[in-house]
C-alpha cells in the first residue's frame, strides 16, 4: 500500500488531505500539479514516460506536451527548486522524467519538520527511512556544490528564490532589444510583423537566465528614437543593444539583419543575416535563433530547461495571426481598440485553446479596459476569468499571479491581493506589475516608506513601463509625498513626452502641493495629449476648481459626459469638492457612494487621499466618508488585519 506522507527536504506532502506543507505554512499547489507530483515521488525508482504521465494524471485526456512541461516547472517550484538545478525532478532528455530527491514515508502526527509542538501534544511517530531513489553521481556532486555556495551567494547578495541558485544580476549582460526597423519597400503588414518579431525576440531573451534583459513594454519605448543617446538618457545601465532591419525581397522573401552592439566599447559584437519565408514555423525558429546568437556572441549558456522553452511553437501556427494583430490593437490604446484586440486573442485562443501567450494579452487588455475605459465591476469577473484560465494551464505562471494579484488591489480586494502578489513574488521577483501591485497595496494603506521601496523595486525592473509612471505618481502624492511625486513626474514626463495619463498626476500632484498655475498648464496639455478624453476632463476641471476658476467646472463635466464613456465617480467627486460649497459637497458624497457600486479602482485611495480631508473634517459628511471607508475595507477595524 502506497505512504500517505511523503517528506522531501522541509516539505510534507499529505496526500489524504491533498496538502503540502513548510513547517506549519501551506504551500499554494494546482490539484494538476500535486497529482504529478505525488505519482513521480511514488514511482521515483525509475524513468516515467510523458506517455505513462498523461495516462496517470490526465487519466488520458488529450494535453499538448508544453502543458506537462509547465506542470513540472510548478511541481518543482512548489519544493523549492528549479529547471537549472533539477535538485527534486529530472528530466532525462528523450525519456521523461526522474524524481530524484530523497523522500521519507512518515506516520501519523507528523506536522512537517520545523513545526513546533502546542503543549500537550503527543511526540510524532518514528518514521521510516527510506533509501533515496537511485541517483547519478553529478547530481549528488551538485548537491553537495550548492550546499557549500549558499552560504557564500547568500554573502555575495545573490538573489535565492526559494533554493534555487542564480547568477548575480550585477553579472548578467544587460541587453536592450529595441523594436526592429524594416526596408523602405515594406507594407503594413511587414511592420507588424517586424514588431512581433522583435517582441518575440525580447521574451525569448528573457527566458534565457543568464542575461538581463529590458521587458517588452520599456523596450518599445525606443520605437521611434533608437540614437544611443537616448537610449544612455533613459536607460544609462545598459550595455548591450539589439537592433535590425526585416527587408524585403523581390520574390516576397523577408532578411532580417539583426546587430548586437556593445555601448561601453562602441563596437559591433555580433550580426548574421537570416532568410525567411513568411510561414509560422520559420517565425518562430528566427525569433529562437537570435535569442540563441545573442546569447552565444555574450557567452551565456542557455540551460536545458530554456533551450526547451526557446523550441516551443503555438499548438496551432494559425492562431497566430490574429494574436499578432490584437498586439497591433494594444498599442493604439483607445477604448475601441482595446475591445478590438480582446476580440482578436479570442480569436487566436479559439484557434489554440492552451495558447497562453494569447491569453495573457487578452488579460492585459482586459485589465487596460477595467482601468480605464469601462465600469470596474463590470470587467472584474473578465479580467480574472482570463487570468485563471492561464494558471489552470501553468499553475505557477508568475505573470498571471502578478497581473491577478495587481487587479485585486485596485478592486479593494486586499488580502487576495496580497496573497497573489506574494505568490508572484516568490515565483518570479523580476515582475515590475507585482511591485506597482505592493506599491498601491502600501499606498491604501498609507504606508509611505513602504511605497518608495516598492516603487523604487518597480523602477529598476522596468523603468520605462507607461502603467508604473502613471500610477506610480498616484502612489506617492496619495499618501504625502510631495517631493517625490514632482520629482517622479518631472521625470516620467521627460520619459513619456506624448503620455497624456502622465501628465494629469502631475497635475494633480501640482495642485495638491498648491501650485496651481503648474496644475492648470500640466492638465490643460494633459487634455491635450488625451484628445479630450473624458477623464482628462474631469482633472482639467479640478484643477480649475483648486486654482479658482470655479465657472469652468461644470461646463468641463457636462462636455465629459457628452461623450457617453465611463466616468469614473470617485474623480468627479472630486471636482465637485474643488468648488467649495455644500451643496457641491454632497453631490460628492453621492457620487463616492456610486463609485462604490461600480467598484471604481481610485478607491483605493480614500483612506489616504488628501482631497477628502473635507468630508472627514465636516460633521455633516464625516458619517458617510466613515460607512464608505468600511465598505472599501479601509476602516480602522479592517486595516488590522492585514498584512504589512
Given at each position: 500500500m502506497a505512504a500517505s506522507k511523503y517528506r522531501v527536504s522541509e516539505y510534507l506532502i499529505d496526500t489524504t488531505r491533498f496538502r503540502i506543507s513548510r513547517g506549519d505554512i501551506a504551500v499554494a499547489v494546482e490539484p494538476r500539479v500535486f497529482d504529478l507530483l505525488v505519482h513521480l515521488i511514488r514511482h521515483r525508482d525509475r524513468v516515467l514516460t510523458r506517455e505513462e504521465l498523461f495516462e496517470?494524471?490526465?487519466?488520458?485526456?488529450?494535453?499538448?506536451?508544453?502543458?506537462?512541461?509547465?506542470?513540472?516547472?510548478?511541481?518543482?517550484?512548489?519544493?523549492?527548486?528549479?529547471?537549472?538545478?533539477?535538485?527534486?525532478?529530472?528530466?532525462?532528455?528523450?525519456?521523461?522524467?526522474?524524481?530524484?530527491?530523497?523522500?521519507?514515508?512518515?506516520?501519523?502526527g507528523v506536522r512537517g519538520p520545523g513545526a513546533e509542538r502546542r503543549d500537550g501534544e503527543p511526540d510524532p511517530l518514528p518514521s521510516t527511512s527510506l533509501p533515496p531513489a537511485p541517483r547519478t553521481s553529478w547530481s549528488r556532486h551538485?548537491?553537495?556544490?550548492?550546499?557549500?555556495?549558499?552560504?557564500?551567494?547568500?554573502f555575495l547578495g545573490w538573489r535565492l528564490p526559494g533554493s534555487s541558485l542564480q547568477e548575480p544580476v550585477a553579472n548578467r549582460p544587460y541587453v536592450l532589444a529595441v523594436p526592429f526597423g524594416v526596408s523602405d519597400n515594406a507594407t503594413a503588414m511587414h511592420r507588424t510583423f517586424a514588431d512581433q518579431l522583435s517582441r518575440e525576440v525580447v521574451d525569448n531573451l528573457r527566458k534565457i537566465s543568464g542575461l538581463r534583459a529590458v521587458p517588452q513594454a520599456s523596450a518599445f519605448e525606443f520605437r521611434k528614437d533608437k540614437t544611443r543617446a537616448h537610449i544612455e538618457d533613459l536607460l544609462p545601465d545598459v550595455e548591450y543593444v539589439l537592433d535590425g532591419e526585416v527587408s524585403v525581397g523581390p520574390d516576397g522573401t523577408l532578411r532580417i539583419n539583426p546587430r548586437?552592439?556593445?555601448?561601453?566599447?562602441?563596437?559591433?559584437?555580433?550580426?548574421?543575416?537570416?532568410?525567411?519565408?513568411?510561414?509560422?514555423?520559420n517565425f518562430f525558429e528566427t525569433a529562437a535563433g537570435i535569442a540563441t546568437a545573442v546569447a552565444g556572441a555574450l557567452k551565456v549558456a542557455i540551460l536545458q530547461d530554456e533551450q526547451r522553452a526557446l523550441a516551443e511553437v503555438p499548438n496551432n501556427p494559425r492562431a497566430y495571426e490574429p494574436y499578432a494583430a490584437g498586439w497591433r490593437e494594444m498599442e493604439r490604446f483607445t477604448y475601441e481598440s482595446m475591445k478590438h484586440a480582446v476580440e482578436l486573442f479570442d480569436r487566436a485562443i479559439a484557434l489554440?485553446?492552451?495558447?497562453?501567450?494569447?491569453?495573457?494579452?487578452?488579460?492585459?487588455a482586459l485589465r487596460s479596459i477595467f482601468t480605464y475605459f469601462e465600469p470596474p465591476i463590470e470587467l472584474l469577473p473578465q479580467v480574472k476569468a482570463s487570468l485563471e484560465a492561464v494558471l489552470a494551464r501553468d499553475p505557477g505562471s508568475a505573470r498571471a499571479l502578478s497581473s491577478l494579484g495587481l487587479t485585486q488591489v485596485m478592486a479593494w480586494q486586499w488580502k487576495e491581493g496580497?496573497?497573489?502578489?506574494?505568490?508572484?513574488?516568490?515565483?518570479?521577483?523580476?515582475?515590475a506589475t507585482t511591485e506597482?501591485?505592493?506599491?498601491?497595496?502600501?499606498?491604501?494603506?498609507?504606508?509611505?516608506?513602504?511605497?518608495?521601496?516598492?516603487?523604487?523595486?518597480?523602477?529598476?525592473?522596468d523603468p520605462l513601463n507607461t502603467e508604473l509612471a502613471d500610477w506610480g505618481n498616484w502612489a506617492l502624492f496619495m499618501v504625502g509625498e510631495q517631493e517625490a511625486s514632482r520629482e517622479w513626474g518631472e521625470k516620467q514626463m521627460r520619459q513619456h513626452p506624448d503620455n497624456g495619463f502622465v501628465f494629469c498626476g502631475s497635475g494633480v500632484s501640482a495642485y495638491l502641493r498648491g501650485d496651481t498655475a503648474q496644475a492648470v498648464a500640466l492638465l490643460e496639455r494633459c487634455v491635450d495629449l488625451a484628445d479630450r478624453a473624458p477623464v482628462a476632463l474631469i482633472m482639467l476641471a479640478q484643477g480649475y476648481g483648486y486654482a479658482g476658476q470655479k465657472e469652468k467646472v461644470l461646463p468641463l463635466l457636462e462636455e465629459a459626459e457628452r461623450e457617453?464613456?465611463?466616468?469614473?465617480?470617485?474623480?468627479?467627486?472630486?471636482?465637485?469638492?474643488?468648488?467649495g460649497d455644500e451643496a457641491n459637497r454632497a453631490r460628492a458624497v453621492d457620487l463616492l457612494a456610486d463609485a462604490v457600486g461600480k467598484r471604481s479602482n481610485c478607491l483605493i485611495f480614500l483612506r489616504s487621499d488628501p482631497r477628502m480631508k473635507v468630508l472627514r473634517d465636516d460633521p455633516r459628511h464625516a458619517g458617510d466618508y466613515a460607512k464608505l471607508l468600511a465598505l472599501v475595507g479601509l476602516d480602522d477595524a479592517s486595516l488590522k488585519a492585514y498584512r504589512r
Open positions: 496517470a494524471v490526465w487519466e488520458g485526456r488529450e494535453v499538448s506536451d508544453a502543458t506537462l512541461s509547465n506542470h513540472v516547472k510548478s511541481a518543482r517550484r512548489v519544493l523549492g527548486d528549479n529547471g537549472e538545478l533539477q535538485q527534486t525532478i529530472q528530466t532525462v532528455r528523450g525519456r521523461g522524467y526522474q524524481f530524484i530527491a530523497p523522500v521519507e514515508e512518515v506516520g501519523e551538485l548537491l553537495v556544490a550548492v550546499a557549500l555556495l549558499l552560504p557564500l551567494a547568500a548586437l552592439t556593445d555601448l561601453r566599447k562602441d563596437l559591433d559584437v555580433w550580426s548574421s543575416p537570416f532568410t525567411l519565408h513568411v510561414d509560422n514555423e489554440d485553446p492552451d495558447f497562453l501567450a494569447a491569453w495573457h494579452a487578452k488579460s492585459d496580497w496573497e497573489n502578489l506574494g505568490k508572484a513574488r516568490a515565483l518570479d521577483a523580476s515582475l506597482l501591485g505592493f506599491a498601491l497595496y502600501f499606498s491604501a494603506l498609507g504606508e509611505k516608506a513602504k511605497v518608495r521601496e516598492a516603487l523604487a523595486r518597480a523602477n529598476a525592473l457617453q464613456i465611463y466616468m469614473c465617480p470617485y474623480e468627479t467627486a472630486v471636482a465637485h469638492l474643488s468648488l
